[in-house]
Structure formats: C-alpha cells, structure tokens
C-alpha cells in the first residue's frame, strides 16, 4: 500500500516536505508547490535542483498537482497555457519516472451550458492527445470545471474523451466542499470507480452556519471510510495522498507555514497510516 501526499500542505520547502514524509514512513510524494511556485512553472535550473535532491533523499514523487483546468483557469482562459504546461511536464515526470498528473476540467466564465460542455470537452480530448504521445496519464480530480458538476457528468468527459491517458484522481473530500450534499459523494465515487487511479483523502462538514470546514480523516461528513474500504475491498492497487486543506487551502489564499502546518500534516498522515492499516487489516 502506497501513502503519501500533497506535500507543501505540511512546508513549502521540498527538503522539508521530504523529512516530513520520512517521519510519517512515506517515501514518495505527490509534488504541487515547491516554495510558491507549481512544479510545472518552475525553471529548468529549479527543477534540476528538485531532481537532485529527491535522488539524494531516495524519495520518489506519485504525481505533479499542476494547474491544468483548474480553479484558477476557467473556460475562456487562453488553452495555450494548458498545452504549454503539459508538454513541460512531459519530460519532467519521464525523468522522474511517474505517468500520473493532476488536472481539472474548467469552471464556467459566462458560457451557456451547452457551450460550457462542448469547449471542456474539446480542451480535454486535446490534452489526452499530447498525454498520450508522451505516454503519461492525466487524472481528472472531481473539483472545479464542468466534469466536476456532477456525477453524469464526470462520467460524460471521462466517456466522451474516451482515452486511457484521461482517468481519475478521487478525492473524498471535495463533493461536499464543492456544495453537493454528503450523501452525493457515493454517487461521484461509484461513477468514477471504473478509472481511479488515484484517491486524495480529504475530509470536510458543513458547520451550523453553513459553512465548509475541513476535519481530520473519518471525522466529517465526506464518506472517508466507506470510501477507502470499498476501494481496497474491490482490490485497489493505487496510491492514497492526503491533502488536509485544515491549514492551507491553497485555491482561498489560505496557507499557514511553519510548527503549525507540520502538526497538523504530521497528525492527519498519523491518522491516515492508522485508519488504512486497520481497513487493509
């Protein structure tokens, strides 16, 4: 069983994120931020150096969190930047030896539904063409864009694109913190089931105002442990990656670094390592 996670929840620096993870008995990561910068978006110098010291720490990397569709990227954003970060991941995760980058799928800037679906589509069948000549592995997470509204359509993109170099990564936790009603996350997880290859565990509830708020593993409202059970019992063989979201939310602007962030990153692997050992008995 591999566990690992979105490192700089715990430190922004990489030796940092790395010595996090040794503690927690991790040797791989899942790499998104190294300082304030995507791992996609830094210079080839600053990759060089990241390279270096994963060897040096023997420490591996799962997948590149990169910002392809994402939150920030909506529908009517120029596509160019997308297909130029793709194409400098390529080379980046062949010289690290992973297939799997995290994407999204575009949240809607004004477009009519219709058009919303079409270009989304358009865009991601594009994008699996490139991963497929480099031969890595997009997965979609169910987050922002039109592949995230709902469970027919998460199952849409994923059938309309219809490539092997476009499956999921499921995360636990972002139905309910997307607005969905708890009892939804089931159906988004039964329709992802036939293409995870990647599970984040996050957990969230929603407060007596309304309000999201991020929990540790199993104590919110997100389904964690029925989750992880079923996708063990069906004989899952992929990572599971933590991303707390209780100290850094990154998509908000929230981040605390320092003693605090590393606690509470420290306490949620504890409880992750523990909750997984018990369901895998």
Not at 48 to 53: A, I, L, P, Q, S
Not at 69 to 88: C, G, H, M, Y
Not at 194 to 208: Q, S, V
Request: glycine share 8%; proline share 4%; hydrophobic share 35%.
């Amino acid at each position: 069983m591999t566990i690992t996670g979105i490192a700089d929840e715990g430190s922004p620096e990489l030796k940092e994120q790395i010595r996090i993870h040794k503690t927690l008995g991790w040797n791989t990561l899942e790499l998104r931020l190294i300082g304030k910068t995507n791992i996609c978006d830094i210079d080839e110098a600053a990759f060089d150096e990241v390279y270096r010291t994963l060897q040096q720490e023997k420490m591996g990397v799962i997948c590149l969190a990169s910002s392809i569709a994402n939150w920030a990227r909506p529908i009517t954003s120029d596509f160019q930047v997308d297909v130029e970060e793709l194409k400098t991941a390529i080379p980046r995760m062949q010289r690290l030896g992973i297939r799997f980058i995290r994407v999204m799928s575009y949240p809607n800037d004004g477009m009519l539904e219709n058009e919303w679906r079409s270009e989304a589509i358009r865009r991601m069948k594009e994008l699996a063409r490139i991963a497929a000549d480099g031969d890595v592995v997009m997965v979609h997470e169910n987050c922002s864009g039109w592949g995230s509204m709902s469970p027919e359509n998460q199952k849409i993109l994923l059938e309309e694109v219809h490539s092997p170099h476009l499956q999921i990564v499921f995360d636990t936790g972002n139905p309910v913190g997307e607005g969905h009603r708890p009892e939804e996350t089931w159906d988004f997880y039964q329709t992802a089931l036939p293409f995870i290859k990647h599970i984040h565990i996050k957990d969230c509830a929603k407060n007596e105002k309304g309000e999201i708020e991020y929990t540790y593993p199993g104590e919110g409202q997100s389904m964690v442990r029925r989750i992880l059970k079923s996708a063990l019992d069906l004989g899952y063989t992929g990572a599971f990656s933590i991303e707390p979201h209780i100290t850094a939310q990154i998509h908000l602007g929230k981040s605390t670094t320092g003693k605090e962030a590393e606690e509470v990153y420290l306490e949620y692997g504890r409880r992750t390592n523990a909750m997984l050992g018990e369901l895998a008995g």
